[in-house]
C-alpha cells in the first residue's frame, strides 16, 4: 500500500478480556493467596510469641544471677567478720591457723562465683538490650517482680490453636487451593476477547490523500470514524494431548496437600507436648519453691547459731563453713527455682494460647 508505505500508519486500541468458565482456577488462585496471607500472618505471630518468651527467659536470667551476686556479696561480707576474728584470736596464741586457711580458701571461692555471676548479669543484660532494640552496651535497671503466686499457675488449654497450627492449617488451605488449580488445566476454558480503537494511515494530514480522493468535502471527524472499529472473539480451549504434564503437577499438588495435613498434626502434638512439659514443669517449680522458702531462712540462722557455736568453742571451723555454703546454696537454688517457675508459666502461655 503506497499510501502506509510512504505515509506511515498508526494503531490505538484497548483490548478486554474476561474468563467465562476457568475451571475453578482463578477463584481457586484467590483461596490460595488469601491462604498464603494468614500462613505469613502466622509466622509473624511465632516470631512475636518467641521474642516474648525469649525476653522473659533473659529478664530471670538476669534477675536470677543479680540476687546471686546480692546474695554472695553479702555471704563475703560475713565471712570478712569471721575471718577477722580468726585473725584476732590467731594473735592471741589461738591455734587457728588451719580455721584462716579454710575461710581463706572459701572466700576466694566465693569471689570468684560472684563475678561469674557478675559476668552472667552483663552477658543478659547485653541480650535484652539487643531484644529491645538498644544499644548493647546500654545500662538497664530491673524492676524486680513480684514473688509469684504459686496458685495461679495457667491451665489455659488452647494448645491445639497456637500460631504453629494455625499456620500449618492455612498451608493446607493453599495447598488445597493448588490442587483446584492444577485440576483446573485439564477442563475447558472459554474466554471472551473485545477490542475497540482506531487504525488509520498517512499520519502527516488529518485528512488522508485516499479519503480525500473517494470524498472531496471529508473531514477530520469523518476520518475518525472510518478509522474507527471493534471486534469480540469467543475462544474455547480445551488440552487433548500434553503427554502426562497435567497429571503428573496434579500428583504433585496431591502430595503437597497430603504433607500440608501430616504437618497439621505434627504441629498439633508438638504444641500438645510443649505445653504438657510446661504445666509439669510448674507443678514440681511450685513444690521446690515452697520447700526452699522454708528451707532458706533456716539455713541462715543455722549459720549464724554455727557461727555462735563457733566463737563459743562448742563447734569447729568446718561446721561454720558447711553452714554458710547451705545459706548461700539455699538462697540461691530459692532465686532460680523462681526464675524457672516464671520461665516455666512463659512457656505454658506461649503454647497454650493463640
Not at 546480692?70 to 588451719?98: M, N
Not at 539487643?130 to 503466686?149: H, I, S, T, V, Y
Amino acid at each position: 500500500d503506497p499510501v502506509v508505505t510512504n505515509a506511515g500508519e498508526f494503531r490505538l486500541q484497548a483490548l478486554g478480556r474476561q474468563p467465562l468458565t476457568d475451571g475453578g482456577a482463578r477463584r481457586a488462585a484467590v483461596a490460595r493467596a488469601r491462604a498464603d496471607l494468614a500462613a505469613a500472618g502466622g509466622r509473624y505471630r511465632i516470631a512475636e510469641k518467641d521474642l516474648y518468651l525469649e525476653v522473659v527467659t533473659q529478664f530471670n536470667e538476669m534477675l536470677t544471677a543479680r540476687e546471686e551476686m546480692l546474695a554472695r556479696r553479702a555471704g563475703i561480707a560475713r565471712l570478712e567478720s569471721y575471718r577477722t576474728s580468726l585473725k584476732s584470736r590467731q594473735a592471741s596464741g589461738q591455734a587457728v591457723a588451719a580455721d584462716l586457711l579454710k575461710t581463706d580458701v572459701r572466700v576466694a571461692s566465693e569471689e570468684a562465683s560472684f563475678l561469674e555471676a557478675q559476668r552472667r548479669v552483663d552477658d543478659s543484660r547485653i541480650a535484652l538490650n539487643d531484644l529491645m532494640g538498644r544499644a548493647p552496651a546500654a545500662p538497664l535497671e530491673l524492676a524486680a517482680p513480684a514473688f509469684p503466686d504459686l496458685a495461679a499457675a495457667s491451665e489455659s488449654a488452647a494448645w491445639g490453636e497456637t500460631p504453629e497450627v494455625a499456620e500449618a492449617l492455612a498451608e493446607v488451605r493453599s495447598a488445597d487451593a493448588a490442587l483446584t488449580v492444577a485440576r483446573a488445566e485439564r477442563k475447558p476454558h472459554l474466554d471472551l476477547s473485545a477490542d475497540v480503537g482506531f487504525w488509520g494511515s498517512d499520519t502527516s494530514h488529518l485528512v488522508p490523500a485516499d479519503l480525500k480522493a473517494m470524498h472531496p468535502d471529508a473531514t477530520f471527524w469523518d476520518r475518525v470514524r472510518r478509522d474507527a472499529g471493534y471486534s469480540f472473539t469467543l475462544s474455547l480451549s480445551w488440552p487433548i494431548f500434553d503427554f502426562g504434564a497435567i497429571r503428573a503437577r496434579v500428583a504433585q499438588a496431591n502430595h503437597t496437600l497430603a504433607q500440608a495435613k501430616a504437618k497439621v498434626e505434627l504441629a498439633r502434638r508438638d504444641s500438645h507436648r510443649q505445653w504438657e512439659q510446661a504445666r509439669s514443669a510448674l507443678r514440681a517449680l511450685s513444690q521446690e519453691i515452697a520447700l526452699l522458702a522454708r528451707a532458706e531462712p533456716v539455713a541462715r540462722d543455722a549459720y549464724l547459731e554455727a557461727e555462735s557455736r563457733y566463737r563459743g568453742g562448742a563447734a569447729s571451723s568446718l561446721e561454720v563453713i558447711d553452714a554458710y555454703a547451705a545459706s548461700i546454696e539455699a538462697t540461691v537454688r530459692l532465686s532460680e527455682a523462681v526464675s524457672r517457675y516464671r520461665i516455666s508459666r512463659a512457656l505454658a502461655e506461649r503454647w497454650g494460647t493463640p
